[in-house]
């Protein structure tokens, strides 16, 4: 349930989410204003300071905090809370306001710090794809997002013949080409964020509203640059690709994936290049 909230919040607009914290502080303040003086509500001020801070970004979280600071302030004031002096009522107004800043940054900080841990975690560090895990729950989106009303293809690219050429010319080498393919596959087709890193020498590509004719297109337009790449670098390598076309897009990932790689598994018996792509109706999940 969490879960599913906060997953819907990282997908609403920046705008939404600061519209969504001023109507929070506007209700705080009608609250705080009907109970009067006596019962204190900068806790629940908070909220929309971190909603703000976390979900959009720092500065906009400092903004909400000031908001947040004199909303509290005039709502004690017009809720009947008198001070001494103005001298008085200024500094409340600047404590209030510094703490809640301090707390705006903090949780911006935070934020920022989690973002560049969940790039780090979540991308190849040799090419800067997307890994595996990464590329599953990419790919899960874009299933969720498409499911039964188009189509999609998924395809595996596995490159056979590394270990000649990590043996032969090195490792240095061996990674240099293995960028120089995912640079490649990245250049080749139409939404380039959708291509991940799955295994050692394995790529997975997905192709949103892609049916098994356009899929061929795409895929023999990468198979031909992959082909290129080879004899420009004149290494010994094998290229297969193995794609399942859904005429719908299904729920699961893995249904796909499995199909895919037991095909590739076939494929590579025969030893050389190799394009295949299968088409399956898939409207409701797979399984």
């Known amino acids: 349930m969490m879960r599913k909230l906060l997953s819907r919040l990282e997908h609403t607009s920046k705008p939404a989410i600061t519209l969504l914290a001023v109507c929070v502080t506007a209700l705080l303040a009608i609250i705080d204003f009907a109970t009067g003086p006596e019962l204190h509500f900068m806790f629940f001020y908070l909220f929309p300071i971190a909603l703000t801070s976390w979900f959009v970004n720092q500065r906009g979280g400092i903004l909400i905090a000031v908001l947040c600071a004199v909303t509290w302030l005039f709502a004690d004031y017009l809720g009947g809370r008198r001070y001494s002096s103005e001298l008085v009522t200024m500094w409340n107004l600047a404590m209030r306001t510094a703490v809640s800043v301090v707390i705006a940054w903090g949780i911006g900080r935070l934020r920022s710090m989690f973002d560049k841990l969940s ?15 990464a590329f599953y729950q990419l790919a899960a989106d874009e299933m969720e997002r498409a499911f039964g ?11 056979e013949g590394f270990k000649w050429i990590n043996h032969r010319f090195g490792y240095v ?8 393919i995912a640079h490649a596959i990245r250049a080749s087709v139409p939404q380039s964020e ?9 790529f997975a590509i997905l192709l949103p509203n892609a049916n098994s004719e356009e899929a061929r297109f795409i895929l023999e337009r990468l198979q031909r640059t992959l082909k290129d790449e080879r004899r420009r670098y004149a290494q010994p390598v094998t290229f297969f690709i193995s794609a399942i076309a859904c005429t719908r897009a299904p729920r699961k990932v893995a249904e796909l994936m499995h199909e895919a790689e037991l095909r ?3 494929m590579k018996n025969g030893g ?4 295949e792509i299968a088409l399956v109706n898939a409207s409701p999940p797979l399984n």
């Not at 080498?173 to 120089?180: A, F, I, R, S, V």
């Not at 959708?194 to 394995?202: E, N």
Request: glycine letters at 12%; a negative charge; hydrophobic letters at 40%.
């Open 119 to 133: 790039e780090l975690a979540n991308r190849d560090f040799l090419t800067g794809l997307p890994n595996g895990r």
């Open 149 to 159: 009303l188009a189509p999609m293809t998924l395809a595996i690219v596995d490159v």
């Open 173 to 180: 080498t061996g990674d240099q080409m293995l960028c120089t």
């Open 194 to 202: 959708l291509v991940g890193r799955i295994g050692g020498t394995s």
């Open 264 to 266: 590739m598994a076939r």
């Open 272 to 275: 050389h290049d190799t394009l």
